[in-house]
């Protein structure tokens, strides 16, 4: 994401490719003391449940990259647009890591500093039966009628 000049919107660029832009009047300052990488998404508990909205493609970042969510090269720029590796160190906000996680990567020949996230939200078996956020691979499915919820 960059400005060129104080009068210009923020685009965020791809290589050479301009890919989106928030306007100038979103914003009071020129610059930035946070910046943050990841997905996002809406979380209002209708129906008492966690939301069935995917973060990324659906998959949890275990995946490999071509089926998972990811965000490569991560780098900051400044305002003369030199490039600087983003912080080793970063803190990682996952809120709900059954429905949703990701992982960090310091470094990597292909991808550089990357990170790879997402996840399904909550797992709606055939017959209506709910499993609110569990990693699909450790919900008991049958085996425990007692944690099912009907919708």
């Known amino acids: 994401m960059r400005e060129k000049d104080e009068d210009q919107d923020w685009g965020l660029w791809v290589d050479d ?3 989106g832009y928030w306007p100038k009047s979103n914003y009071r300052a ?5 910046i943050e990488w990841g997905g996002e998404i809406i979380n209002k508990r209708t129906r008492g ?8 493609n659906g998959h949890f970042s275990s995946e490999p990259i071509g089926r998972v969510a990811y965000i490569s090269k991560m780098a900051l720029y400044d305002l003369d647009l030199d ?16 429905c949703y996680d990701l992982k960090y990567y310091p470094s990597d020949d292909e991808f550089g500093q990357h990170i790879t996230f997402g996840g399904p939200g909550y ?28 919708i």
Do not use: F, W
């Open 49 to 56: 449940r966690h939301t069935s909205t995917q973060m990324g």
């Open 17 to 19: 490719n301009q890919i």
């Open 123 to 150: 797992d709606r078996v055939d017959d209506g039966d709910v499993y609110d956020c569990m990693k699909l691979d450790s919900q008991p499915r049958k085996r425990n009628p007692s944690i099912i919820r009907k």
């Open 83 to 98: 490039r600087y590796p983003a912080p080793e160190a970063l803190d990682m906000y996952i809120p709900q890591p059954d």
């Open 30 to 34: 020129h610059s930035a003391n946070t």
